[in-house]
């Protein structure tokens, strides 16, 4: 097909007023998306806040309970598509203007033409120099303030800044670090495979005893701790699978996703009488960390604007053997950086190997302790940029201490060397901030790492960090870890979805579902079920395999702890401090169902025949 001249004007003319009418449309749409996202913040509804308050008062009313499900996914629905379209008009606007800008170029190219050519009238657009810059110069600027209003309404999570810090901090508030080194020194340590560590002195008393004695408050002395030159190197062995079984070395279990390998799990128990309950503690400073234990001894963290600090308790008395401080540590912040009330700076849950324990605290600081509290080594990786607090937890592959940093200004997965503390690799994430954690999977034999942020699931090697496999399936604010069962990784967000994702050579999506999604709980995969537990105080059970949904279950409290499976039971502790005992099967069957007397956002925790239970104020343990 052959155009003159005359056809080729008039359809670069056409495409580039149909490109400029586009690009005016949607800058105008973009713009005023923008006013209203100022004006109407989409992280609070009004309407939600005033049905949720009423339900506070009227918790037994079901028609009430239905309206705040109904408006609370209508709210996400409507933002998230909100979301979509924001970034849809974004890469529309720049497609609209990339075609003008193209079409202008062209029928510039033909003005040569046009000039030789006196029959035919020349068009204004092109001649009126000044008319053309003052048009060039307000769509552009047209075109920048649009793009820009996109990119800001679309990053709206990321400048929200709470208004609400921990409890006693102000701007104010300056810590003056003094680093201070001393000689280098050298110290092994050997895993202890004794079933039961035998402690030889008790010289003082931090636990209360139910029916024997009142709460203890004496100080127990601290290890002095040392800031090394050069770190204290562990030369300790490498813990066998059946003794990580044996312990609760991590964050939901010995592989990170929920699984208690044990038998004869207490089951029910009574504060106020004191029935199962072999002994209660206060724990000095606040955390939302959850116990780990090795072997006799149990750690906790705890931190305010004071201080951060770890603490050794003896797993069968309660008895607190020493509290250690991290500070003097290179790097550490003067000034405490801006936390919510409910994340703190001691939300990451330790780890330990048997032969030492590792802690990170939300200003980034982390270090090694051996088990009498000795520091072995630390460091400051990084401030966490985090608007609400830092709280991805720990866990350890083998020698390599494996952290999951994925905050607003980048986002990476390293490993530390658990010896000395030496980054051993470290991977950069193409996801935004999240507060997941990692989770150890055996998949075709071989251990990966499983991180789950914004918008990627993805699969690393724990030795080298190189990035295995990636799925894009998750959407915004991150803090469920994934569930792993059989080959099968299931990562879910509240406003997002819960997606079941098959690996093999490839990875691919099995099912998804969208009807109940958790905000901080993590996923449940175990003996062909899947248990998701929500804030909103749902929990359901599905089919692991195709995602058929067998039972649901309502209870007043929302639930941030993750649910954990032990002796055939899911263990569902809510924010209210109730535990509830539920048998794993196609039909809700409740077992026991419990009080602390106190909220708890802390998952549950079983070794040596015992359950540990962390709540705001006290450390529990119960069995029999």
Known sequence: MNLTLKDKTSLATGIAWFAALLSLIVSVMLIVNYLQLKSVNPLESPALQSLVERLHDNPNDELLKENIRSLDLMIRKAYFTSQWQIRTGAYLLIFGVLIFVLAIRYLKSLRPGLEEMESIEKDAFLDKQLARKWLVYSGMTLFVVALGAGFLSNNVLDSYEPAIVAENQSASDVEVIEVLPVAETTLEVAVDNTSQEKVETQEQQAAEVIKESAPVTEKVEEPKAELVKAPVKVNAAIPSKEQWRENYPFFRGPQGDGIAFKTSTPEKFDVASGENVLWKVKIPKHGYNSPIVWNDKLFVSGADNNSREVYCYQASTGELLWQAKADQIPGSPAKMPKVTEDTGLAAPTMATNGAAVFALFGTGDILALDFSGKRLWASNLGVPDNHYGHSSSLIISKDKLIIQYDTNRGARVMALATADGSTQWETERDVRISWASPVLADVNGKEQVILTGEPLVAGYDPETGKELW?????????????????????????????????????????????????????????????????????????????????????????????????????????????????KLGKEFQLVAQSSLGEKSVCSPVFANGKMYLRGFDQLYCIGK
């Open 470 to 582: 990636k799925m894009d399936v998750m959407m915004g604010e991150v803090g469920p870890s994934v569930g792993y069962a059989n080959g099968v990784v299931y990562a879910a967000n509240e406003y997002a979805t819960l997606a079941a994702i098959k690996l093999g050579e490839t990875a691919e999506v099995l099912w998804e579902d969208s009807e109940y999604l958790p905000e901080v709980a993590s996923p449940l995969a175990v003996d062909g079920f899947l248990i998701i537990a929500t804030s909103y105080g749902v929990v359901a059970c599905y089919d692991a395999k195709d995602g058929t949904k067998y039972w649901e279950q309502e209870y007043g409290d929302g639930v941030y702890a993750s649910p954990v499976y032990a002796d055939g039971k899911v263990y569902v502790l809510d924010m209210g401090g109730n535990l509830h005992v539920i």
